[in-house]
């Protein structure tokens, strides 16, 4: 708790550990910039912005109670503090069989902190209490705690529940998060990542209909983090690894098959055939190292399909702007040509 009122600026990525890694230096060699798409005007920022003036909000992480401020900065800091040189470590090595137990677990704290301290996860906190506000109103207006429901749709009261969210669930999810396989990915020489106001991105292949398919405990969930321009962190449900070991054993026993099917009668295989045997032979390969790498392996080489999914990612799940290295928002614009209001819609309750 602190007693001044003073504002400042509190980042929802932060700069050291993050922030920095997506930024480049401009000729005067005096501080660090990026390249900012604000994705709800679909346009490029004019001016290449400092890292210290994006990507956060004056006193987000800060709420006056009485003559008080609560606030959990210094404590996310901390964390920033400890986590920036695992990540710093993971990028020299381009590696991540240079973490220790405790380094995983450190930067499995700092990736659930992350996700639950972005202002997407703020904005559903915000539309839930609202909506609940709204409702008891009118159902129930004469309801002896509606004054208390109506307290926490403020703006005050909002903020202090998704402090307190940070506060009690980031422990539980870093466990879950710890507990799923990791993979790091490598961007094309020609393509970098970006990084949005909420890094943490999730997909799923599964469909799980009305109960959603996203979530950290979900099956087949996926876990994205950029942990700079050159290199995103994955993390997998163990149903994912599972899947594609099961399609790994059956692409190497198809292509054990049409093996044997070449050297027993090489006259009888099509040029169709060959094709296939290149193909399918290729497919088991990839996967195969993908596999051995996980946990402890090398950066996984992107493609280009790679790139726009992870940078898809990034601009589905802001809230509003994405930063790069680089001026390569091209992928950006058209997505929000496609679809001006796009976007992952994700609810609280």
């Given at each position: 708790m602190r007693n001044d009122a003073k504002a400042e600026m509190q980042h929802h990525v932060p700069k050291a550990a993050?922030?920095?890694?997506?930024?480049?230096e401009k000729p005067n060699g005096k501080s660090r910039h990026v390249f900012l798409f604000d994705r709800?005007?679909?346009?490029?920022?004019?001016?290449?912005p400092s890292v210290n003036n994006v990507l956060g909000q004056r006193n987000f992480y800060s709420v006056k109670l009485g003559e008080s401020i609560y606030s959990i900065e210094e404590g996310l800091t901390a964390l920033e503090d400890a986590t920036s040189p695992i990540i710093s470590k993971i990028i020299t090595n381009e590696s991540l069989e240079c973490l220790s137990d405790k380094d995983r677990a450190k930067l499995s704290t700092f990736i659930t902190a992350q996700w639950l301290r972005s202002p997407k996860i703020r904005a559903s906190q915000k539309t839930f209490s609202e909506t609940l506000a709204?409702?008891?109103?009118?159902?129930?207006?004469?309801?002896s705690n509606l004054s208390e429901i109506e307290a926490h749709a403020s703006e005050d009261g909002v903020k202090l529940s998704s402090i307190r969210l940070i506060e009690d669930l980031t422990g539980n999810l870093a466990e879950i998060v710890y507990s799923y396989r990791w993979l790091l990915h490598r961007a094309t020489p020609q393509q970098s990542f970006w990084i949005s106001d909420c890094p943490v991105v999730m997909h799923s292949q599964e469909d799980f209909g009305p109960y959603g398919s996203l979530g950290f405990g979900v099956p087949g969930i996926q876990l994205t983090m950029p942990l700079s321009s050159d290199f995103a962190l994955s993390i997998w449900h163990p149903k994912v690894v599972h899947d594609l070991t099961k399609d790994y054993d059956e692409r190497l026993k198809t292509f054990k098959h049409l093996k044997i099917k070449q050297a027993l009668a090489p006259m009888t295989v099509s040029l169709e055939a060959e094709a296939?045997?290149?193909?399918?032979?290729?497919?088991?390969?990839?996967?195969?190292?993908?596999?051995?790498?996980?946990?402890?392996?090398?950066?996984?080489?992107?493609?280009s399909e790679n790139m726009d999914h992870f940078n898809s990612l990034q601009f589905?799940?802001?809230?509003?702007?994405?930063?790069?290295?680089?001026?390569d928002f091209?992928?950006?614009?058209?997505?929000?040509?496609?679809?001006?209001?796009?976007?992952?819609?994700?609810?609280?309750?």
């Amino acid at each position: 708790m602190r007693n001044d009122a003073k504002a400042e600026m509190q980042h929802h990525v932060p700069k050291a550990a993050l922030l920095k890694n997506f930024s480049f230096e401009k000729p005067n060699g005096k501080s660090r910039h990026v390249f900012l798409f604000d994705r709800l005007k679909g346009k490029l920022i004019p001016s290449q912005p400092s890292v210290n003036n994006v990507l956060g909000q004056r006193n987000f992480y800060s709420v006056k109670l009485g003559e008080s401020i609560y606030s959990i900065e210094e404590g996310l800091t901390a964390l920033e503090d400890a986590t920036s040189p695992i990540i710093s470590k993971i990028i020299t090595n381009e590696s991540l069989e240079c973490l220790s137990d405790k380094d995983r677990a450190k930067l499995s704290t700092f990736i659930t902190a992350q996700w639950l301290r972005s202002p997407k996860i703020r904005a559903s906190q915000k539309t839930f209490s609202e909506t609940l506000a709204a409702k008891s109103r009118r159902i129930a207006p004469e309801a002896s705690n509606l004054s208390e429901i109506e307290a926490h749709a403020s703006e005050d009261g909002v903020k202090l529940s998704s402090i307190r969210l940070i506060e009690d669930l980031t422990g539980n999810l870093a466990e879950i998060v710890y507990s799923y396989r990791w993979l790091l990915h490598r961007a094309t020489p020609q393509q970098s990542f970006w990084i949005s106001d909420c890094p943490v991105v999730m997909h799923s292949q599964e469909d799980f209909g009305p109960y959603g398919s996203l979530g950290f405990g979900v099956p087949g969930i996926q876990l994205t983090m950029p942990l700079s321009s050159d290199f995103a962190l994955s993390i997998w449900h163990p149903k994912v690894v599972h899947d594609l070991t099961k399609d790994y054993d059956e692409r190497l026993k198809t292509f054990k098959h049409l093996k044997i099917k070449q050297a027993l009668a090489p006259m009888t295989v099509s040029l169709e055939a060959e094709a296939l045997i290149l193909e399918t032979e290729k497919k088991f390969r990839s996967l195969d190292f993908l596999l051995d790498n996980l946990d402890i392996g090398t950066a996984i080489p992107s493609s280009s399909e790679n790139m726009d999914h992870f940078n898809s990612l990034q601009f589905n799940w802001s809230l509003r702007f994405i930063a790069s290295k680089n001026d390569d928002f091209v992928l950006a614009a058209r997505m929000y040509k496609d679809n001006p209001g796009g976007g992952v819609s994700f609810r609280m309750d």
